[in-house]
């Protein structure tokens, strides 16, 4: 039943037209769906560590 549950969520979080991304609580990404991957210009299976606090900037000045 759980597995069904995770399942339907993520469904709708795709499906979502907002971007949505989740984080743990040491702040790092655990789901991003694609709308918040396009508002961000990030390739589906895109190494979530360049979204890391530290790696942030360097990441954006390669956006610029």
Not at 5 to 19: F, H, N, P
């Amino acid at each position: 039943m759980a597995e069904g549950q995770a399942s339907e969520r993520a469904a709708i979080l795709e499906a979502m037209t907002e971007g949505i991304a989740v984080f743990d609580t040491k702040g790092e990404f655990r789901y991003i769906n694609t709308a918040y991957r396009t508002l961000l210009g990030l390739e589906e299976g895109f190494d979530p560590t360049i979204l890391l606090f530290e790696n942030r900037s360097t990441w954006l000045d390669l956006l610029v």
